[in-house]
């Protein structure tokens, strides 16, 4: 057993629900979205669309997982983690990040800020739990920013589910739809990581100045 944990790699999805089915759900969507110094280092989208995969296949390729289980554990990593960093934010996080050195989490409180003046709490809240990076921060930021407890609350809990149960849900359509797709864990990994980066590139191609 101490072997098998000594050789899971915590930054791929693959590898953490071989090894924790479900729970690597919880602990990961927790993670990702609460706790900044370690959220930016672990898989979202990346890790629900392979669960939501091994939820139709893994017959004797790989894990095979619950449906209703993997669902649950996404909603509430997802809600939880998204809670506890607005918590963070409200008590300590601009202290936080006045000290970091890191440009990542710097530039992505940047997005993040400007996500929630441009569109408002409520949409801001929900399209920022679609985009990577942005969702780490989103919580803490709202916090810091004293957004009322109550909207965010209810706008990341929407925004929460709408994110974490339609990506389990591709994966699983996509896992009964495709014949053999278990096998290729990684090409739809990769997809993933490329749609997920979308916003972020026409964003950038939108914010910077013609040539």
């Known amino acids: 057993m101490s072997g098998a944990l000594q050789a899971v790699d915590p930054t791929s999805g693959s590898s953490l629900l071989a090894a924790f089915g ?4 919880l ?3 927790f993670a990702e979205s609460g706790l900044l110094v370690v959220g930016f280092f672990l898989p979202g989208d990346t890790l629900l669309l392979p669960a939501g995969v091994l939820c139709a296949t893994g017959d004797g ?4 997982l619950s449906l209703w289980q993997v669902m649950l554990c996404a909603a509430v990593g997802s809600v939880a983690g998204a809670q506890l960093g607005f918590l963070i934010g409200r008590h300590g996080g601009r202290t936080a990040l006045a000290r ?9 409180a940047a997005r993040g800020e400007a996500l929630l003046r441009r569109y408002g709490y409520r949409k ?34 929407v925004g929460s589910l709408l994110w974490s149960q339609s990506m389990v849900l591709a994966g699983y359509w996509l896992g009964a739809a495709v014949p053999g797709i278990e096998h ?16 972020l590139l026409f964003r950038s191609r939108k914010d910077s100045p013609p040539g």
């Open 22 to 25: 479900a729970l690597a759900v």
């Open 27 to 29: 602990v990961a969507l």
């Open 61 to 64: 390729s790989g894990p095979h």
């Open 100 to 108: 970091t050195r890191s440009g990542r989490l710097r530039s992505a």
């Open 124 to 157: 801001a809240i929900v399209l920022g739990r679609f985009v990577p990076v942005v969702r780490t921060v989103l919580g803490p930021l709202a916090g810091m920013l004293d957004v009322p407890t109550r909207t965010f609350t209810v706008w990341q809990i």
């Open 184 to 199: 290729y864990l990684w090409l739809l990994v990769a997809a993933a990581v490329v749609v997920s980066l979308l916003p």
